[in-house]
């Protein structure tokens, strides 16, 4: 079984996987989304959301605790995907990864994300592009969703992906529409998974270690990623393959004191007020002692006041 570290644009940012890898427990994590339109993007661009590509070179592209880190792009242009599809690769990344699930307006308003799931065609075209231009021993991945209004293509869609080459898929068992509302719908990536061949990994409404299972069992799928669960147990990949229980506060407050030390260094302490809130939502779900926290420094607008509240 492998746990893999979903990609959530503006959340699990390098300096979390760097973070959550450490806790342990990821056999990979996947990048927030290099939006892709008409021209390859420059290495700078690539750093920026990926910093492991910088010592790629020398350790692979890899977090510090070792944990393989995988480049996702989004786009709705074959070629262009497969320009930057290579340049990715050039520049290190343990494969490509690519983005049909992105529920965002501004994304979709675009053609990019989700709202290719309308088109199934056109996700054969673009995993077809792509794998053609990397290296033949590079894996290509997909991340979908059921379908963008309804599941009607949710079929259809993952046998375009396999009979484009891709190697694996990922499946967040929700369409746009239903968002992240619960339930995550894992029966139908057991359908999917009757009618491909492709190795497939789960992905939805997966907090411990209960849903893991039942995840698992319903879906039929040994490989799962996990995203908000993530946020919300530090070390659920390693609850998941039962390595240890739910970390306990004072190890999360820990782990708090040493996120603040990564984002309120240098030009990022303008974002560290509002990303640090941004976990706590997540970590109240699970954590009593999140809620008071959050409460104590809600109102808070500066790195240095929450600091001293932590």
Not at 229 to 238: D, I, R
């Amino acid at each position: 079984m492998r746990v893999v570290l979903a990609p959530m644009e503006g959340v699990l940012d390098h300096l979390m996987r760097d973070l959550l890898t450490q806790v342990g427990g990821y056999d990979l994590c996947v990048t927030e989304f290099v939006r892709v339109v008409d021209q390859v993007i420059s290495d700078k661009g690539f750093y920026r959301l990926c910093p492991e590509l910088k010592d790629a070179g020398v350790y692979g592209c890899t977090t510090k605790a070792g944990t393989p880190v995988r480049v996702q792009l989004l786009g709705q242009e074959p070629d262009y995907l497969a320009e930057n599809a290579v340049k990715a690769i050039e520049l290190g990344s343990q494969g490509i990864d690519l983005n049909f699930g992105c529920p965002a307006k501004t994304v979709n308003k675009s053609r990019g994300g989700a709202i290719l799931l309308k088109d199934p065609e056109n996700l054969y075209r673009i995993i077809s592009a792509v794998k053609a231009a990397v290296p033949h021993d590079a894996i290509v991945s997909a991340k979908m969703r059921l379908g963008y209004e309804d599941k009607t293509l949710a079929i259809e869609n993952a046998q375009a992906i396999e009979s484009a080459g891709a190697n694996e898929l990922t499946i967040h068992a929700r369409t746009k529409v239903e968002g992240y509302k619960p339930p995550a719908h894992w029966q139908w990536i057991a359908k999917i998974k009757e009618q491909v061949n492709l190795p497939i990994i789960a992905n939805g409404e997966i907090w411990d270690l209960a849903d893991a299972q039942q995840c698992r069992a319903v879906s039929n799928c040994s490989d799962i990623m996990v995203g908000r669960g993530a946020l919300a147990v530090p070390n659920l990949a390693k609850v998941i393959k039962q390595e240890g229980t739910k970390m306990p506060w004072q190890d999360v407050r820990l782990l708090l004191a040493k996120y603040t030390e990564y984002e309120t260094y240098g030009a990022k302490s303008k974002y560290y007020p509002n990303r640090i809130k941004q976990w706590l939502k997540y970590l109240k779900l699970q954590y009593v002692e999140a809620d008071e926290l959050f409460q104590e420094i809600r109102t808070l607008k500066t790195a240095e006041a929450i600091q001293a509240s932590l």
